[in-house]
């Protein structure tokens, strides 16, 4: 049995919006990451670095079908799929999926974190997206390593 992270959300944001602030590292930033090499392409590999940890996180395999999903691995058990749908209103539903990870005690703790992780994901997009709120900032502050 295979273990899996799900998460969605829908954003009242054209799908072109949705994807350029999952894409581009400038708009990313705002709300996920603190840092990266570069912008998400398909056959690429990016370096990732966040606020809250120390370390850099290569993001390689990466797929993308403009405007329609994001694909990449992090983590080398998993692989990570974005899918975005356009609805008839102009918003985007965003559906987030990470598996490959046999099941473990271990690895079910890591999903159920992985499912919370990815939902915070969405909502800070969400809110960067929508109302340029940053709600990442200083959020996990408490995790540093001093």
């Given at each position: 049995?295979?273990?899996?992270?799900?998460?969605?959300?829908?954003?009242?944001?054209?799908?072109?919006?949705?994807?350029?602030?999952?894409?581009?590292?400038?708009?990313?930033?705002?709300?996920?990451?603190?840092?990266?090499?570069?912008?998400?392409?398909?056959?690429?590999?990016?370096?990732?670095?966040?606020?809250?940890?120390?370390?850099?996180?290569?993001?390689?395999?990466?797929k993308i079908e403009i405007n329609r999903s994001?694909?990449?691995?992090?983590?080398?058990?998993?692989?990570?799929?974005?899918?975005?749908?356009?609805?008839?209103?102009?918003?985007?539903?965003?559906?987030?999926?990470?598996?490959?990870?046999?099941?473990?005690?271990?690895?079910?703790?890591?999903?159920?974190?992985?499912?919370?992780?990815?939902?915070?994901?969405?909502?800070?997009?969400?809110?960067?997206?929508?109302?340029?709120?940053?709600?990442?900032?200083?959020?996990?502050?408490?995790?540093?390593?001093?």
């Amino acid at each position: 049995m295979r273990l899996e992270s799900n998460a969605s959300i829908q954003i009242q944001k054209p799908v072109e919006e949705v994807f350029e602030g999952i894409v581009n590292p400038e708009k990313m930033t705002n709300y996920f990451i603190s840092e990266s090499s570069g912008r998400l392409e398909t056959g690429k590999e990016v370096i990732w670095k966040f606020p809250e940890f120390d370390g850099k996180y290569p993001v390689n395999e990466i797929k993308i079908e403009i405007n329609r999903s994001i694909s990449f691995v992090w983590d080398p058990e998993t692989v990570v799929k974005i899918t975005l749908e356009k609805l008839p209103d102009h918003s985007t539903v965003v559906r987030v999926n990470e598996n490959g990870k046999d099941l473990t005690e271990d690895n079910l703790k890591w999903a159920l974190e992985n499912s919370g992780g990815w939902a915070n994901f969405l909502a800070c997009m969400k809110a960067y997206l929508e109302y340029g709120i940053q709600l990442r900032k200083g959020a996990f502050n408490f995790m540093r390593k001093n």
